[in-house]
């Protein structure tokens, strides 16, 4: 079946420190790629999202473009502030057979940004 | 601002006890989802709902039912709650469509089964 694999965390960066968070999928047809982000506390809220081929999604400073021929969709943030700390999950949305939208989720990269 | 509320944020219950998580949305969506949080596993969808009354199985559905009796609310049910069933769970809702909906999720309840 469709998976997400995310590098493991936690990253562990200084602030204005560039970012880079690998995201990698195997999907059998052609899924939408998300990046949710988890503030400590609460639940999942979506940072970005691309639904086809060289798609750039960007939102408060974040960006990751969809990329097909290495099946990745890698999130990156030029400067990081303290308040990026968060767990930042990859998705994919797949119809499957039935046409309705499911996720599936990554494990999570936890980022810790220090003054 | 839309919102996805659920019952509780913690809750500690015993072993067999039947446990009810409610989840409840204002944004007059079709479609509700059930997923726990794991460490290490990330978010595993349990069970999902796409109209009143309709369910289907996730991708871990064992020792969990569900129930939607009305369009804002969906209800995750532990029938005899097992130590194993320890967890975060999050309720989530979206729209309907072939579109890439954005899935508003919950703040989670932090489930422990002694």
């Known amino acids: 079946g469709d998976s997400v694999t995310q590098m493991e965390g936690p990253v562990t960066l200084s602030e204005e420190a560039f970012l880079t968070i690998n995201c990698t999928y195997t999907?059998?047809?052609?899924?939408?790629l998300f990046w949710y982000v988890q503030y400590p506390g609460e639940g999942l809220q979506l940072l970005l999202k691309?639904?086809?081929?060289?798609d750039k999604g960007s939102n408060k400073g974040f960006e990751a473009t969809y990329r097909k021929e290495t099946t990745s969709f890698h999130l990156e943030k030029g400067s990081v502030q303290v308040s990026d700390s968060a767990v930042y999950f990859c998705?994919?949305?797949?119809?499957?057979?039935?046409?309705?939208?499911?996720?599936?989720f990554g494990t999570g990269t936890r980022l810790l940004v220090s003054p | 601002d839309v919102k996805v509320t659920q019952s509780s944020r913690y809750l500690v219950k015993r072993t067999g006890e039947k446990v009810f998580l409610e989840c409840v949305q204002d944004?007059?969506?079709?479609?509700m989802f059930w997923y726990r949080q794991d460490p290490g596993l990330g978010l595993r969808l349990i069970y999902f709902?796409?109209?009143?009354?309709?369910?289907e199985k996730g991708d871990i559905p064992e020792g969990y039912s569900v129930s939607r009796e009305k369009k804002e609310r969906f209800s995750l049910i532990l029938e005899s709650a097992s130590t194993n069933q320890t967890s975060m769970y999050l309720c989530?809702?979206?729209?309907?469509?072939?579109?890439?909906?954005?899935?508003?999720f919950g703040p989670g309840t932090r489930l422990t089964v002694t």
């Open positions: 998705a994919l949305s797949d119809a499957g057979t039935t046409g309705f939208q499911k996720l599936v």
């Open positions: 989530a809702s979206s729209l309907m469509g072939q579109g890439a909906y954005e899935q508003y």
């Open positions: 944004m007059d969506h079709e479609n």
């Open positions: 691309a639904t086809k081929a060289d």
């Open positions: 709902s796409y109209d009143v009354k309709m369910k």
């Open positions: 999907a059998t047809g052609y899924p939408s």
